[in-house]
Structures are given as C-alpha cells and as structure tokens.
C-alpha cells in the first residue's frame, strides 16, 4: 500500500491567496483526520470524519478553515483567505476501526508558508 | 491544563545508556495510550501501543500507570537511531480522537 498521500508537500502563498491541501487516505480505511503542528502548539486536531461524514470539527480554528471529504479516497483542506499565522504543517492521517488496533497512519504532511 | 504533557528534553544520552521518561494524561475515562515517533521534518510513525499490564518491543518498554494517569517509555541501549521525538499519544472517549503531547525529544550522542 503507498500509504496516506498528501499534497503538495510544500506550499508558499502570500496572505489572502486561497489554499487548499490534499488527501488521499490508505485504500479500506474508515477514518479520516486533518492536523496541525506547529512549534508554539504541537499536534492539533483541526478535523475528522468517518465514512466521509465530518464527526467533530470543534478543532478548526475559524470559518476561514473548511474540509471536506466527498469520497472515501479523497479529502481537502481549504484555507480561504490564508494568513501568516496559518504558516504550519498540516498533517493527514487514516485508520480503520475495524481492525481494533486504533492506529493511525500520517501522511508526509504539507509544509505551509503564508507570506 | 494541557490533557497530555510531555517533558519536552532534550534528553542527551550516550550511545548504550537507558533513558526513559514519562507522560502524564488528565482524562481518567482515557482507554487507549500509545508512543509515536517522530523524526526531524517527518510525519509522527507508531512506535508501540501501551496496554495496561506493560509492553515491550525489543529495546523498548512501555508502562501504564491508571492510578497515578500517566505512561512511561524506557529505550535500552540506545542508538544514535533512536534520536527522535517521542509523542505521548492518548486515545479520547471517541474512537479515534487522539491527545497528542507536545513530545520528548530524544538525543543519542556517540
């Protein structure tokens, strides 16, 4: 399996530009997360579904953050309109409940620079 | 409060010693705990679970600790592979809604 799949891996926008990141989650898995790491704040949560179905989005920072999913192979991020403050590494990552073992597996991440 | 924290290190241990450190949680419903690493400008990878009655994989032990809510992580024999970041991972009251620690980094010198 190649494993979760992100993109791009590297994004450098000026403050205002729309952003959006993608996902592609390991093929069977039932879940779905988006985080954020940043040094001042670590590991974040922003988002996560479950058979494509947004469960708890209480971790997305604002409205100028959405997500969706409208696949089970397919997931964005948008950022609309980026800031600097935005400027982090936003992770993916999958699971499969069904296996019982709650693991999750990352993606490479997306680098994010708003200038 | 945070709901997992982490001493962040860096714990600087020379090729061969034992180090170990711990995490502490706040929520006592908690059910699932795990270590993740996590290398320089990588994504965090399992490690290893922690199950109640403590785990090894190889080099690495992992404990529970319920009453006192917090988890430890013990390497033997370090390697100068095994300098990362070490991620306190605490599974929530939903399936699959992780609390991640800030991290241990870990530094393996020769």
């Known amino acids: 399996d190649a494993g979760v799949i992100q993109s791009p891996r590297h994004e450098v926008t000026e403050m205002g530009q729309e952003v959006t990141l993608r996902c592609k989650p390991i093929?069977?898995?039932?879940?779905l997360f988006w985080y954020r790491q940043t040094m001042m704040r670590g590991l974040e949560l922003l988002i996560y579904?479950?058979?494509?179905?947004?469960?708890?989005d209480s971790g997305m920072p604002e409205d100028r953050f959405s997500a969706k999913m409208p696949n089970a192979s397919f997931s964005t991020l948008k950022i609309q309109p980026s800031e600097p403050r935005d400027s982090a590494v936003y992770f993916c990552?999958?699971?499969?409940?069904?296996?019982?073992?709650?693991?999750?597996?990352f993606g490479a991440g997306t680098r994010l620079s708003v200038l | 409060r945070k709901e997992v924290e982490q001493d962040p290190g860096p714990f600087n241990v020379p090729e061969g010693a034992t180090v170990a450190f711990n995490c502490t949680y706040s929520?006592?419903?908690?059910?699932?705990f795990f270590w993740y690493r996590q290398d320089c400008r990588k994504e965090p990878k399992l490690l290893m679970s922690?199950?109640?009655s403590g785990n090894e994989d190889g080099r690495f032990t992992a404990q529970l600790n319920r009453a006192s809510q917090y988890i430890s992580l013990l390497i033997r024999d370090s390697k100068l592979s095994d300098s990362a970041t070490y991620l306190c991972?605490?599974?929530?009251?939903?399936?699959?809604?992780?609390?991640f620690g800030a991290g241990t980094q870990v530094v393996v010198t020769p």
């Open positions: 929520n006592s419903a908690s059910q699932s």
């Open positions: 991972v605490v599974g929530g009251d939903s399936w699959g809604k992780f609390q």
């Open positions: 093929s069977g898995h039932d879940y």
């Open positions: 922690v199950y109640s």
């Open positions: 579904f479950n058979n494509n179905v947004p469960i708890d």
């Open positions: 990552a999958s699971s499969f409940q069904g296996d019982g073992k709650n693991i999750q597996y």
